[in-house]
């Protein structure tokens, strides 16, 4: 079969429900938990996981869990509060500011930005992105950090490297924060924590080890953003949250996780990558997709990187036998 | 200047900072990327040495994989663009 921009299309209902049946053999054999705890963002992959384990275990037996910071866009909470309502799942707010400020994360990453740019305060909005590649020149994972004055008055550099880890480093106080948070509400319920990262942050490493990739299960982890739009549409969830571009809501600074990460629209990134690992060759992916071979080229060997230098996120902690 | 190389200085870098002093399986030719040896954080560390060490500094546009896919491929970057600044 020659490869077509819709071959990566799933049929939602029976991978719906397939992931549901699932997820009650796992939660009540493997991890022998009464109920699930979910993280929600008000973000596609979250709502999602949240309406499969709704669908899985009842919504009585699955606590949603909202846990913004002062970094957080309001419309965040907002969407996700739409979600638990749709599908009558309770919640519970947990701020997280306090404890990300106990650790001094904020004053460690601005105190970061400001070696960079040093008229940079709190007053300030900021963001770190990876440049687009548009001329497909294979451009370098290299983050550039972005900070707006309270005019709006935008201004951007190269990190260099001991500021990019040490803004990188304090940032991920945040997702460890919240995975606290989610152990603390599933272990006093005995409930299990059920991860929402997709095919794309999982595989390719966009996430924090012991942060948002602790969990029990990853229920969609094997699923590509695109596909996971199709279960969202499949599942119900609010319109809102499937017309919203997707944010990281990790910086003060409104932040797709376009310029963050991933570079291009995941409905290009996805297609690509699907044919790649399909065996499809570049020519035949460049044609359906009306892209050049070496644009194909470069988009594929960014994969082929990110995938290779985060293997040790993914790992377990290696034991010398 | 021109006359310089780089490759044994960089060479050096790499072995001490990335492979904790191992150099066997590191050649003038090998695939830094493709055999893991560098990653973008290893770009940023290499960026900060060569920087540092020949006064010179890297644009954005430089920053691609051709410039820095191998030790041979660092040297020919570095003497055409230390070429081009003195010319």
């Not at chain 1, 985060?310 to 036998?321: A, F």
């Not at chain 2, 492979?19 to 040896?37: M, N, V």
Request: glycine residues 6%; charged residues 30%.
């Amino acid at each position: 079969m020659p490869f077509q921009k819709d071959l990566i299309l799933i049929n939602p209902k029976a991978e719906a429900e397939r992931i549901i049946k699932e997820l009650r053999e796992i939660v009540a054999k493997k991890l022998h938990k009464r109920g699930a705890v979910v993280g929600v963002s008000g973000g596609i992959d979250s709502s999602v996981v949240l309406a499969l384990c709704a669908n899985a275990f009842g919504p009585e037996k699955v606590l949603a869990l909202m846990m913004p910071d002062r970094d957080s866009s309001p419309d965040s909470l907002n969407l996700a509060k739409k979600l638990v309502e749709k599908f009558k799942v309770p919640y519970i707010i947990e701020d997280i500011t306090d404890a990300v400020k106990g650790f001094g994360a904020y004053q460690k990453r601005d105190e970061a930005v400001k070696k960079v740019f040093p008229e940079y305060d709190e007053s300030y909005k900021m963001k770190i992105v990876l440049p687009k590649d548009d001329e497909a020149k294979g451009k370098l994972n290299v983050y550039y950090v972005t900070i707006i004055s309270p005019n709006g008055e935008e201004k951007t550099a190269r990190l260099p490297l001991a500021e990019y880890l040490q803004i990188v480093a304090a940032s991920n106080f945040k997702q460890r924060s919240r995975t606290n948070f989610l152990y603390y509400h599933a272990e006093a319920r005995n409930y299990a924590v059920i991860g929402t990262g997709n095919k794309n942050e999982h595989e390719q490493g966009f996430f924090v080890k012991y942060g948002d990739g602790g969990a029990d299960i990853k229920p969609i982890a094997h699923l590509f953003k695109t596909q996971v739009y199709q279960l969202a549409e499949y599942l119900g969830v609010p319109d809102e949250i499937q017309k919203r571009t997707p944010t990281t809501d990790t910086y003060s600074a409104e932040q797709t996780q376009e310029e963050f990460f991933f570079r291009l629209p995941y409905s290009v990134l996805d297609r690509i990558w699907f044919g790649w690992e399909k065996g499809f060759s570049s020519k035949e992916i460049a044609e359906a997709l009306d892209l050049s071979e070496s644009q194909v080229n470069v988009v594929i060997n960014d994969i082929k990187q990110k995938i290779k230098t985060t293997e040790y996120l993914r790992m377990e902690p290696i034991s010398l036998g | 200047m021109s006359e310089i190389k780089y490759s044994e200085l960089i060479r050096s870098f790499i072995v001490d900072n990335f492979l904790f002093g191992d150099d066997s399986q590191l050649k003038f030719d090998t695939p830094l990327f493709e055999k893991g040896i560098i990653d973008s954080t290893g770009v940023l560390e290499l960026v900060s040495f060569i920087e540092e060490n020949y006064k010179i500094t890297i644009q954005d546009d430089e920053l691609v994989q051709d410039n820095f896919s191998s030790i041979n491929s660092i040297e020919n970057f570095l003497q055409n663009k230390l070429n081009h600044q003195n010319s």
